[in-house]
């Protein structure tokens, strides 16, 4: 058989979008029912990405590595914005229709994780660090309790985004559902491989940050970092810009409220008194 050509290590591979998804508690399903699970997730995957507007990397030599509780995905750089947007909305999507409407009594759940990044990788043997990183930031802690305070409130997929995807992506306002209000920032650790520390964007699709922050342990707050102001998202209705100053989402009551509620932190809270 002849070997395919090695890439010359001189060159630097051309940049291309990540997608790894890992579906959880997948290695304690009995063993007759992995591989219809299995087949209902690749299935699930299949809708979302056409619904996406995205090619099938299954489809295309190398592109897609089966990690046997989920898989990774190599796609065109240009495809990065579509994995944040609307892809995870779709995902988590697709997911909760399944639980509902298609997965047997007997069944198991599908929750995931998933990580986007962007990076270097030489196809087909995706030797290169890029995927390296994009394994490890779905394999962190802070992606897995994103996923307990996913599945705690409803929801089926908890996603972890590179720094740089999410500069690319969300930050350069190419996303047309979701700003960086959406996301909380964390740090990306693992455990037993203490060289990998990555700061990464949490997003649980339907989840508020107030919600999600206080389950991550290296969370660095929900929304934009006081360094920078947010992007609006293309084509968003009905946001709002956060005040200048404010830490955190803006939460507007609009009618009369008989012993509220509020779950997370508040900065300001004013009252109108007016109709007293």
Known sequence: MKSPAQPDPVDVPPEHA?????????????????????FDLD???D??????????????D?????TGDGGIFVLPALDTTRL?????????AALSRYDKNARLHSGPEIRLRASVHVGPVSLPGRRNRAVVEACRLVDSKAVREALDAAEAHGAYLAAVVSEIAFRRTVRAGRTLDLDERHFVRAMARVDGKPEFEEPCRLLVPGLSPVLLGPSITDAAGPGPSSASAPAP???????SSPEAGHRGPVLNFNGAMDRPTVIGELDTLNLDQRRR
């Open 18 to 38: 990540l997608l790894v998804v890992d579906m959880k508690g997948y290695s304690r399903i009995p063993e007759a029912r992995m591989a219809p699970a299995r």
């Open 43 to 45: 299935s699930i995957l």
């Open 47 to 60: 809708t979302v990405f056409d619904q996406s507007g995205l090619d099938m990397p299954r489809r295309i």
């Open 62 to 66: 190398g592109a897609f590595g089966d």
């Open 84 to 92: 944040v947007d609307p892809l995870l909305g779709h995902l988590n």
């Open 233 to 239: 998202a293309r084509g968003a209705e009905g946001s």
